[in-house]
């Protein structure tokens, strides 16, 4: 039984670009939430994902967008890259119908220079 | 606002004592509590969680004690290994439907030998 998994594992973007970071939830999971972790810090809510539809977001711009897909599997897309982007991109899933117990990927390492 | 938060960053324990590792949190309407191990470079794994219909949950080693009136919870871990060391967060969330988890700073627990 699979756990979540999280692509690229590290990267390295230049101010200004773009970044796409991709997601497969746990078997049997059919949402998909993503966090922003920077170094020393908790977790930060960016949004989640159900049906593949949005169903709620965090205190995050317009840059922070995503998607899911018919499969369940998501994709996490940063536009016009800041320094401030540089962190650890935690993608998480759980199954609606059973609670609200998330479990995490081991994160992708956005790194913006 | 909410906010999730924890009374020390770090916490120096020797091997084979018990560790108590706290948390705070101000949201009233959040009824489930989760506590997240994160080991260096890795995603947050879950370890324990409580509803708030309950004042304490055991699992192996550990033991997350909920005080509804003081809106405070803490996490026992028994008999610390080294393995245990780690960076650990609480987390606050509603268990109806999949609302965002709040995560606090987190607390760097280092095993003595």
């Known amino acids: 039984d699979a756990g979540v998994t999280q692509s690229p594992t590290h990267l390295i973007k230049t101010r200004g670009q773009q970044v796409t970071l991709r997601c497969s939830p746990k078997?049997?999971?059919?949402?998909v939430s993503w966090y922003q972790q920077a170094l020393g810090q908790g977790p930060q809510f960016i949004f989640q994902?159900?049906?593949?539809?949005?169903?709620q977001r965090g205190n995050f711009p317009d840059r922070f967008s995503g998607h899911q897909f018919p499969n369940y599997s998501s994709e996490l897309n940063v536009n016009a890259l800041l320094l401030g982007d540089s962190a650890l991109y935690l993608c998480?899933?759980?199954?609606?119908?059973?609670?609200?117990?998330?479990?995490f990927g081991e994160g992708s390492w956005l790194t913006v220079v | 606002g909410e906010s999730v938060g924890l009374h020390l960053p770090t916490l120096s324990v020797q091997e084979g004592d018990n560790s108590i590792i706290n948390c705070a949190y101000s949201?009233?309407?959040?009824?489930?509590f989760i506590w997240y191990k994160q080991e260096s470079g890795k995603g947050p794994q879950f370890i324990i969680d409580?509803?708030?219909?309950?004042d304490k949950r055991q699992g192996q080693r550990v033991t997350v004690l909920l005080n509804k009136t003081v809106k405070h919870l803490s996490l026992q871990i028994a008999a610390t290994q080294p393995g245990d060391s780690a960076v650990y967060f609480c987390?606050?969330?509603?268990?109806?439907?999949?609302?965002?988890?709040?995560f606090g700073t987190g607390t760097r627990l280092k095993v003595l030998a």
């Open positions: 998480a899933s759980s199954l609606t119908l059973s609670g609200n117990t998330i479990y």
């Open positions: 078997s049997g999971h059919d949402t």
């Open positions: 987390a606050e969330t509603r268990d109806s439907g999949t609302y965002k988890y709040i």
């Open positions: 949201n009233s309407a959040s009824d489930y």
């Open positions: 994902y159900y049906e593949e539809e949005e169903r």
């Open positions: 409580i509803r708030s219909n309950m």
